[in-house]
């Protein structure tokens, strides 16, 4: 099995002590606080509550925090490279290449003045050195793959024109490009309807049982990580309160987890007003729940 | 108890032939084909479907943002114009999908709240911008942050705290919790029933998650491809009793990830 110090064939990418800080008038706001992970070629969930860390945790990985924004780390090695000290440079095409990070504001990604075949096609042509034609070929066809219906409409469409869910496909879509290794996918199916969820996240788990990619997959639908990740992550307050199998995730033990769990809504129960978590202060500072050192 | 027109009670909203249309001549997208149904005063209705089927189209064609449509939209009884004037926002205000467009990226919280209340002539406007901070969970100190410095669940919530300031009648929610972690979301939720409670508010709720339709709503339609395919109670739905094979394939997804129950996915046409 895998533990949670890296896949069974070695990390992909091992995080220790990693910390994410804004500086901001008020005060200084600690985003992420001390987190130690890998990932391997495997599905690892982090959940956790609006504003625990997630993101910033997503895109530290790819050194994406803006000033006032600042990380620091013991360590952050991706397949060899050590992305504390890569130049600006290596990182970009690291970024291009190996780990590709889908977005949680799909459209705020895209840029606004281009239409969706235009954009796709040249990230594909900036790729693999293919013909502007060959790119346009394959652009129709990468948004079929991802289940939009219509593509040909799509691509002549701009940013605006398309729906929350088109645009996370969208998103998908064009982070598929590259074969990444390692994908980090903020929220990638938050704006997605089950069925077109479950068609999308089937395509994503084919890249990591057959080509062996790492995914890291944020996502508040407790229900959703359960059944499609092999592990879990839980962040509280910009740390790792307890970590799981997936499988298991409905046994967790912290506090904090069981809240989380209790909080959703259910088909087969009735309604009245949902459990919410009563935080406590001492999560802050208690060791976390880790199911592999048990 | 809730009831549709059947019991003779005037609905307070009342959709009829909806259509919405993009584009001009050679590439037009009919995106919501002859949509109607009818919501109580004090229900919640639910709108669910595929991504893409029209379901924002409806509540924004509803709510004034877009004027390109053909069909009538009631509101308590009185036919709604393509323009709407400022009494029309006073009534009905929309929460939209995406809390990253939907907030002024220069504005802070404090002024995102206060300009509402500016443009209707409202008083207290001080004490109005801190008790709705109170009621959606946000304290004092996030009044004068800008929306880049919030996260996503925050940055919903003063989103919500804008659509509740004017006090309005009905509210449309587009997805009010997709972006919310589920703590949040129930934290959201809680509130919503509770403002409807207290203030007699009216519903109509946009969601893919089924789980959330039936914890909220009273009645659902389920559109596929602009149109409406069925329309059952939550009753219904929790016994898992759709006539509709494209909402019995919805149910089943709904229940979490399947590789091979992916593989059978559907698309109805
Ligand atoms: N530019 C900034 N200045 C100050 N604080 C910030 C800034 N950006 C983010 N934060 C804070 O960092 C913390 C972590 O934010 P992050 O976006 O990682 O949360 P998240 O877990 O992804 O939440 P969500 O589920 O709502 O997306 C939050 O408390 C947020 O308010
Ligand atoms: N401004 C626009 N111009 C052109 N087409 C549009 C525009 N807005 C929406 N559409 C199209 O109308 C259709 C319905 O879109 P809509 O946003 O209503 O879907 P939705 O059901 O809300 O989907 P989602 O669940 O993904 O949010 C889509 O095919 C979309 O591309
Ligand atoms: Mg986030
Ligand atoms: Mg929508």
Known sequence: MIGANGGKDGALLTVEDLSVRFHTRTGIVDAVRNISFSVGREKVGIVGESGSGKTMTGRSVLRLIRPPGEITAKRMEFDGHDLLTLSEKQMRDIRGDRISMVMQDPKYSLNPVMTIGEQIAEAYRVHTGASFRDAKARAAEMLAAVKIRDPERVLSLYPHEVSGGMGQRIMIAMMLIPDPDLMIADEPTSALDVTVQMQVLAIIDDLVTQRGMGLMFVSHDLNLVASFCDRVIIMYAGQIVETCKASELDQAKHPYTRGLLNSLPRLDREPGPLPVLERQESWKTEPGVDAYFK | ?269
């Open chain 2, 1 to 269: 108890m809730p009831i549709s027109s059947e019991a003779g009670q005037m609905p307070l909203i009342s959709v009829t032939d909806l259509d919405v249309r993009f584009g001009s001549d050679d590439e037009i997208v009919h995106a919501v084909r002859g949509v109607s149904f009818d919501v109580a005063e004090g229900e919640t209705f639910g709108l669910v479907g595929e991504s893409g089927s029209g379901k924002s189209t409806v509540l924004r064609a509803m709510s004034g943002l877009n004027a390109d449509w053909t069909g009538s939209i009631e509101i308590g009884g009185t036919l709604l114009g393509r323009v709407r004037g400022k009494p029309f926002y006073k009534r009905v205000q929309m929460v939209f999908q995406d809390p990253y467009g939907s907030l002024h990226p220069r504005h802070t919280v404090d002024r995102i709240l206060s300009e509402p209340c500016q443009i209707h002539r409202m008083s207290d406007i001080d004490d109005r911008v801190s008790d709705v901070l109170v009621a959606v969970g946000l304290g004092p100190t996030f009044r004068f942050r800008y929306p880049h410095q919030l996260s996503g669940g925050q940055r919903q919530r003063v989103a919500i705290a804008r659509a509740l300031i004017l006090e309005p009648e009905i509210l449309l929610l587009d997805e009010p919790t997709s972006a919310l972690d589920v703590s949040v979301q129930a934290e959201i939720l809680n509130l919503l029933q509770r403002l409807k409670q207290e203030r007699g508010l009216t519903f109509v709720l946009v969601s893919h998650d089924l789980a959330v339709i039936a914890h909220m709503c009273d009645r659902l339609a389920v559109m596929n491809a602009g149109r409406i395919v069925e329309e059952l109670t939550v009753a219904q739905l929790r016994a898992s009793e759709p006539a509709e094979a494209y909402t019995r394939q919805l149910l089943k997804a709904s229940l979490g990830y399947d590789r091979s129950a992916a593989a059978g996915m559907e698309s109805f046409d």
